[in-house]
């Protein structure tokens, strides 16, 4: 009987602890099920410092369209792939805005369609409301390598009117003499020069570039800044003009020189280590951290023009905690649907209510990113999963969240009341400015002088191209005078045809292997004009006027 009662004096206790692990685990699927219904719970205003919504857009599709081989083909299956899906995301004013998600999500197409950059492979309804006053900085950081950070930033303030043209040369001649004529001087210019000057130092202070300014950007003949440096300087030439909008697309790899596989082998060695230095080219912890607080302080500066608040746009993957906090506003996109748009501080909020808070001493940025893999509730993990996807169950919870939401109900009422004749039209995307008084950059007709001294620099500051190429046409002018070396002496012509017809071929063959070495770089002066001209520095005519 001891035994006995032994034995039931030491499972009384287990079985105590079962009883109390079962409660525990009622109580932990009780709370669960709580989670998934706390859309009840009040929720915090989205508060902005502007309730204007002047900046907005409104995506009604974006997709692809049929490749020409299924047109020749004839081919009646094929299906347009939609990328972006029906919704509407805000930029408020004096904000850091990030467009974030997964790879694939369409962070890229949002901002191309944004900034005006979609391709003709795809078709587009929608309409963007920002004032047209914008700067883009592309992935690939498209810079001449002969410039150093002080000059590049001169040249750019000389296309852009900040500068006279011949500043330059009247520093070293005020510089040279010992009394300088204030009066004749032209006191507004100067003003405007000594502004510029203070503009662009006070610029190249804030990204950290200060004790770099003398250093030549460099290229792949000529080391110079780093990758982190260069990105920083794009971001600094593009904010020198102060525009309204400045839109920063995430870094990639630059893949660029992989053509010239296509066209030659020797430089297989060559290509492989320009890929390597490129890919593995970017921003350390540092460096992105003080670019994010620059991009913060830019956009809570008042421009003296307009009298109001810049708006930076930038696509990121998935930040570090440290860059997290300097976010102010979050667009979160999967497969094209919006998941969430509105403030940071309140993605917290949201992603509680869908069952999924974040855990402490986690950062949640990665937190959020995760549960975009999850169902949103415990109710649609074991519901609706044949018929609907993931991305549009989160969809449908952002939008049953934000109806509790005051600022977006009226955010949403607002551009649906400014809807313009667009809903009635297909393929078109319209920009509207809601400052009709922002004219955005000024064309610069004496833009070709610029240019033209920009090319001559080019040439000479290059020597290893100068002297390839003063090398490869001397080589080749003395082949064609081989070719006519004592033609009139010769009296058997067939045998003056014979003998150099050699020469001939290899003269032409010659000069059309020379034109594939200039292709790479004639892509990235084409990339460095592309982006000019889409920030409006100048007009493409006068790059061909140079």
């Known amino acids: 009987m ?74 009646k299956d094929q299906t347009a792939k939609t990328i972006l899906h029906n919704f509407i995301a805000e930029f408020p004013e004096g904000c850091v805005t990030a467009l974030m998600g997964p790879s694939g999500a369409g962070k890229t197409t949002l901002l191309d369609l944004v900034v ?32 150093t950070c002080q000059t590049y930033m001169e040249h750019y303030a000389r296309l852009s009117q900040m500068k006279k043209l011949f500043d330059c040369c009247e520093k070293q001649k005020n510089s040279s003499s010992k009394e300088v004529d204030v009066d004749d001087a032209d006191e507004e210019e100067q003003n405007l020069t000594n502004a510029t000057d203070n503009l662009i130092s006070h610029i190249l202070d804030e990204v950290g570039l200060t004790a770099q300014k003398d250093t030549p950007v460099g290229g792949l003949f000529k080391r110079g800044l780093s990758g982190g440096q260069k990105r920083r300087l794009s971001v600094a030439l593009e904010a020198l003009s102060r525009p309204m909008n400045l839109f920063l697309d995430e870094r990639k790899y630059c893949i660029v020189i992989v053509l010239l596989l296509l066209f030659t082998r020797p430089l297989t060695l060559f290509c492989a280590s320009t890929i390597i230095m490129l890919a593995t080219s970017g921003l350390d912890s540092e460096s992105a951290l003080a670019l994010m607080e620059y991009l913060q302080t830019y956009a809570r500066k008042v421009d ?4 109001k608040k810049h708006r930076v746009i930038i696509t990121i993957h998935q930040p570090p905690s440290r860059i997290w906090e300097l976010i102010d506003n979050v667009v979160l996109l999967a497969k094209g649907r919006l998941m969430y748009q509105g403030r940071r501080t309140l ?12 855990p402490l001493n986690f950062n949640p940025a990665d937190h959020f990113m995760e549960a975009l893999s999850e169902f949103p509730t415990l109710s649609m993990r074991q519901g609706d999963e044949g018929s609907k996807s993931k991305e549009e169950m989160w969809s449908e919870q952002f939008l049953l969240w934000s109806a509790r939401d005051k600022y977006y109900k009226e955010f949403v009422e607002s551009v649906s009341s400014k809807q313009s004749a667009r809903t009635a039209m297909a393929n078109i995307v319209v920009r509207v400015d809601p400052d009709k008084n922002s004219a955005g950059h000024r064309v610069n007709s004496v833009a070709a002088v610029e240019l033209s001294r920009r090319a001559f620099a080019n040439i000479f500051k290059n020597p290893v191209i100068l002297g390839l190429r003063i090398s490869i046409y001397g080589g080749m002018s003395i082949f064609t005078g081989m070719l006519f070396f004592r033609l009139a002496d010769q009296t058997n012509y067939h045998t003056v045809l014979v003998s150099r017809t050699a020469l001939l071929y290899f003269i032409l063959a010659f000069g059309s292997s020379t034109s594939v070495a200039n292709i790479p770089f004639a892509m990235i002066e084409r990339s460095i004009v592309e982006k000019e001209v889409r920030n409006k520095r100048f007009h493409p005519v006068f790059y061909h006027l140079r």
Do not use: W
């Open 2 to 75: 001891r035994e006995g009662d032994g034995d039931n004096d030491l499972g009384a206790p287990l079985l105590q602890s079962d009883a109390i692990a079962t409660g525990l685990k009622a109580q932990l699927e009780d709370i669960q099920t709580q989670l998934a219904t706390a859309l009840n719970l009040k929720l915090p205003e989205n508060t902005s410092s502007s309730t204007d919504f002047d900046g907005h857009v409104e995506v009604e599709y974006v997709k692809t369209k049929p490749s020409l081989t299924s047109k020749l083909l004839c081919k």
């Open 116 to 147: 005006g950059m979609l391709g003709r492979s795809v078709n587009a309804s929608g309409q963007v409301c920002l004032p047209d006053n914008d700067a883009y900085v592309p992935q690939d950081d498209h810079l001449h390598g002969f410039y």
């Open 304 to 307: 003296p023009v307009t009298g």
């Open 347 to 358: 993605m917290s909020s949201f992603f509680t209510s869908c069952g999924h808070p974040v």
